[in-house]
């Protein structure tokens, strides 16, 4: 039997996973199931293959986007400050959509684009989900959450709380809030070696939006499929994402098949793939994860070096 891996080696994994889902993921991104076999009839399992279309090629193959940029953020602000600081946080999102900002969704553009946002983000974020007559659930927060089931993981009432507070900072539908909880809970229960006794969304937040519990008990012993992550008017919704991220823990058998269907379903693939990917990565850990898509990041170096210095944080 292969070893259960080792803390260090899980923290590793939530970061890289979160990068190679998110690299690989947007080889797929905003396609139906029918067309990433029509671009990939081989299936897509390196960044080299991915398709040079107007979209992707913004990015250079092998780059993660949006997802793990806004991820690095929160991870960024933890390693200088050790703690979550939401005002800090927020500024960081806000000069990071200034300085480029690629692939920022449109929600979080509305959200940091007002005034006032930096002092008073979470004012920010409820006026735009008003004016979206609280129908906006997308998934700008889940997305990049993951790291902060890993940050405080031994306690998990602060898992959830940060995880609320960094929603927060631009989402303020309760279905993003618990999204973020329920993967960033997940992961933390994944680092303690609690995962057994997950089965159920309310195993890890006792109180959920009833409407995500609902949604991750219709995948419950499903196949991906019926997830149908690339669904045209629901490609961007929370509820995927996070589903995919329960759907992975829950079924894949090693981190590269579970990623891989992942990525195959289409849909915000690179979202998609990064919260699966960040989960998996706990579970399986770093050294699990096919050394190609590691080396293969164009900016792996520096993910490396970020997370040794989390590695010694958290483990001191
Ligand atoms: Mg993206």
Known sequence: MTPLPQLPDRI???????AVGDALGLGTEFMSVDEVWEHYPEGLSTYH?????????????????????????????LLEHGDVRRLDIASRFLDWSRTGGMGIGRSTLKV??????????????RYVWERGRRDLAPNGAVMRTSILGVWDYK???RVLENATTVCQLTHSDPRCIDSCRLISGLIACVL?????????PTDIVAELDPRLIEHIMALQGKKLEHHQLDEPDRIGYTLKAAGAGWWAHHHAPSFEVGLLSVVHAGGDADTNGAVAGSVLGAR??????PTTWVDGL???????????RLVALVTA
């Open 192 to 200: 303690r070696g609690e995962q057994a006794k997950v089965h159920v």
């Open 12 to 18: 590793r994994g939530v970061i890289f996973g979160q």
């Open 298 to 308: 164009n900016r792996r170096d520096e993910l490396l070096e970020r997370a040794d």
């Open 155 to 157: 306690d998990h009432q």
């Open 284 to 289: 399986f850990g770093f050294s699990a994860i």
């Open 49 to 77: 293959q991915i398709i040079q279309d107007a979209h992707r090629s913004r990015w250079r193959q092998g780059d993660w986007t949006d997802d793990t940029d806004q991820f690095l953020c929160i991870l960024d602000s």
């Open 112 to 125: 940091l684009s007002l005034p006032g946002y930096t002092t008073e983000p979470e004012k920010a974020a």
